[in-house]
């Protein structure tokens, strides 16, 4: 009897400690901080405003969830005039949570001062783990950065990486020390040492599989010479984990070693998709052409799974997204007896098949239809758009014909205006003639996207006539709902590096919107023209007082969310302490009946699927930005993250993880997590409908 409670008792703490160590972050509740302070707190970080000493002082402040919380907030604005106060924080904050804070909020700032500090800490012996590992993930995210690595030099960044890896064990990882593995590898990775293969390598032998998949994972994204670790990772491919099994699968790819092949062609039959997936872009990456009668067996076995009328619809199911990743593969390959298969499937019409079908030549590309749009083009730019980028890739001088037919006025008007910049970057990678004319002319378009297009590719072509139409453009972009014009417009302008070029972008100072003038400011210091960071100014949120004491009332709430799909429905918890100014958006949006009839525009096996764009082609936003609000959730599988196109370039893209991603942590904001139909998202292929999305908010009990 008291030996089974003593299993008892033990197994009780080995769920709380795995709990624990699933979600090492600072506890906070919204009770422990005033409302009114709160409310201040996340004002100041949506308005991007450490002007002044009101953040830093509540360093201070007699509540250890106060400076915390303060501590987050300037971490997040990222400006460094807050680095100093980030570092008497560290070395001086009794509260071990706290540190732990600081800790993190310097790795966000990714600011050189701070190394110093977080190298105290790693190598600290009596330090506490929790701190440590902040600090861990703090030098990775800092020593990644490669302005950082010319400002500290090879010598300081391999010291970093040296004790880094000294915090990883032998193999075996206790529970205690788990947290502190779990960021030390992707910290490695973010580094991206030769010198971590080895240590990263003995990691695949950890009796814990998050920590094989981790490293396993940081292996395939060290993008350096990792023949020591192919052994260890084709042995990895028989792991219990099936994520571990994918990522070794893709790291493998990577190596580019011949050895691998078969063992990975093996992993075709895998009883899970993710695995499989990851194993076909393996074998894409080694680009042998023992992959390619595999490849076609199984890209035939899937064909036969599916119902009767697969030749009838668009890509709206699981196995047509895994087919696409066949087709990639077998055109990375360019193997002719994979042609059978390829013309069988041409009929999708997808940007991956005619990507393939270029491949093997012009004759081939332009053997199921002639100099025309595919069928159906008239009604779904999406067709239009992959039959130029198949063009582009055939480099051929009929496909440059084709190109400018597809640009002249009175043939465009038979394409909706989303296909045109995949036509302009066809007619840029072809070089069509008169290509800055016919850019110019984009830059006048009502679609400021395809104006935000023209001008990114204009920024190749250098001369004064396209300099001259770049400035007019961004006087007529003053007035757009949106920046993604004006911020490529400001960055062709730069290439310029002429008297007229900075005082065009100089102009932008004037613009209400903060990333434009921010933007304006960068472009400037890397053209040496000055530094004139004085002129970004605080942001102009629109909000009001009341707005924040809304957000704030929120913090306490269980608050979920389920998504209706043509699929089933998905149901995610969202998390408003962590991201509150995020989750609110999300909300409104919602209850707003936004959300209802947009599409999953993007989905990428054992990755994310991504919906939430009212235009379709993940340009779209809901007229608004929204501020970063990165925090210390993890991108576990079925993590809801905020799509951006750069820092605080939020709107209503959101996505979801099919597997771990910890490349992303720290650098999207997490707002939500899966917790059931989990399944539903794994069945969601490109184009799959969001139906509605329902929100339920309900007071916590403490």
């Known amino acids: 009897m008291k030996t089974s409670s003593l299993k008892f008792i033990y197994l009780l703490l080995i769920v709380f400690t795995i709990g624990a160590a699933a979600d090492e972050r600072p506890k906070r509740t919204s009770a422990a901080i005033p409302p009114n302070i709160h409310a201040r707190i996340i004002q100041l970080e949506d308005e991007r405003n450490l002007s002044g000493d009101e953040l830093s002082g509540l360093l201070k402040h007699r509540s250890a969830a106060v400076r915390d919380r303060a501590a987050l907030a300037i971490g997040r604005i990222g400006d460094k005039l807050g680095t100093d106060a980030l570092i008497a924080m560290l070395e001086h904050e009794e509260s071990e949570p706290a540190r732990a804070m600081a800790a993190f909020a310097l790795g966000e700032m990714e600011d050189a001062q701070g190394v110093a500090a977080l190298m105290a800490v790693v190598e600290r012996e009596k330090e506490s783990l929790s701190v440590r590992a902040r600090a861990v993930e703090a030098l990775g995210k800092i020593a990644g950065v490669q302005a950082n690595v010319d400002a500290l030099g090879k010598t300081a960044i391999e010291r970093i990486n040296q004790?880094?890896?000294?915090?990883?064990?032998?193999?075996?990882?206790?529970?205690?020390?788990?947290?502190?593995?779990?960021?030390?590898i992707p910290a490695l990775?973010?580094?991206?040492?030769?010198?971590?293969?080895?240590?990263?390598?003995?990691?695949?032998?950890?009796?814990?599989?998050?920590?094989?998949?981790?490293?396993a994972n940081a292996l395939a994204r060290l993008r350096q010479s990792i023949e020591g670790a192919v052994p260890a990772l084709i042995e990895a491919l028989n792991d219990g984990d099936a994520d571990a099994r994918a990522n070794a699968a893709r790291a493998l790819g990577v190596s580019k070693d011949a050895r691998t092949v078969e063992p990975l062609v093996k992993l075709l039959g895998d009883k899970n998709d993710r695995v499989q997936v990851n194993a076909v872009r393996a074998l894409a990456a080694l680009n042998d052409r023992r992959a390619v009668e595999p490849l076609v067996a199984l890209g035939e076995k899937l064909l036969e799974r599916h119902d009767d009328n697969f030749g009838e619809r668009r890509m709206t199911d699981t196995i047509a997204t895994a087919l696409l990743e066949i087709i990639t593969a077998l055109g990375a390959i360019k193997d002719e007896r994979a042609l059978p298969f390829l013309r069988r499937v041409r009929w999708i019409g997808e940007a991956e098949v005619e990507a393939a079908m270029a491949r093997f030549g012009e004759k081939e590309f332009f053997a199921v239809w002639d100099d025309d749009l595919p069928p159906g083009s008239e009604k779904d730019w999406r067709r239009v758009a992959?039959?130029?980028q198949g063009l582009a890739e055939t480099g051929a001088p009929r496909a440059r014909a084709v190109i400018l037919k597809l640009l002249d006025p009175s043939y465009r008007n038979r394409f909706p205006a989303q296909a045109l910049p995949g036509v302009l970057r066809a007619a840029a990678k072809l070089k069509v003639e008169n290509l800055s004319r016919i850019l110019r002319e984009q830059l006048s378009h009502p679609d400021m996207i395809v104006r935000s297009n023209a001008a990114a590719l204009l920024a190749d072509l250098s001369d004064d006539e396209n300099l001259?139409?770049?400035?007019?453009?961004?006087a007529r972009a003053k007035n757009d709902p949106a920046n993604d014009a004006k911020l490529a417009i400001l960055t062709a302008v730069s290439k310029h590096k002429k008297p007229e070029a900075v005082e065009a972008i100089k102009s932008a100072f004037a613009d209400p919107d903060h990333l434009v003038r921010r933007h304006a400011v960068d472009l400037l210091k890397q053209m040496g023209a000055g530094d004139f960071t004085d002129r970004?100014?605080?942001?102009?949120?629109?909000?009001?007082?009341?707005?924040?004491?809304?957000?704030?009332?929120?913090?306490?709430?269980?608050?979920?969310?389920?998504?209706h799909t043509t699929k089933g429905r998905t149901r995610i918890e969202l998390f408003p302490q962590d991201a509150p100014i995020t989750v609110d958006s999300f909300i409104t949006l919602a209850r707003k009946g936004y959300f209802n009839g947009l599409t999953f525009h993007r989905v990428v096996p054992n990755f994310v699927i991504?919906?939430?764009?009212?235009?379709?082609?993940?340009?779209?936003?809901?007229?608004y930005q929204i501020r970063c609000e990165v925090n210390t959730r993890p991108y576990t599988r079925g993590a809801v993250g905020m799509a951006l196109s750069g820092k605080d370039t939020g709107g209503s893209q959101f996505f979801i993880t099919h597997s771990p991603q910890p490349h992303l942590d720290g650098?999207?904001?997490?707002?939500?997590?899966?917790?059931?139909?989990?399944?539903?998202?794994?069945?969601?292929?490109?184009?799959?409908?969001?139906r509605r999305v329902e929100i339920f908010e309900t007071r916590r009990i403490h």
């Open 163 to 184: 004790s880094l890896i000294a915090q990883l064990p032998d193999s075996q990882t206790s529970l205690e020390q788990k947290p502190l593995t779990s960021l030390t």
């Open 189 to 215: 990775m973010r580094i991206r040492s030769p010198a971590s293969v080895e240590p990263l390598t003995r990691q695949l032998k950890s009796n814990d599989a998050e920590i094989r998949a981790q490293a």
């Open 386 to 388: 992959a039959f130029a």
């Open 468 to 474: 001259a139409a770049l400035i007019d453009a961004l």
């Open 536 to 563: 970004i100014g605080v942001v102009q949120t629109g909000h009001g007082k009341a707005f924040y004491q809304r957000v704030v009332a929120r913090l306490d709430k269980k608050v979920t969310a389920t998504i």
């Open 610 to 623: 991504q919906g939430g764009d009212p235009r379709g082609d993940g340009a779209g936003d809901p007229g």
């Open 667 to 690: 650098g999207y904001t997490v707002f939500g997590q899966v917790i059931s139909g989990m399944e539903v998202v794994d069945r969601i292929s490109r184009g799959d409908v969001i």
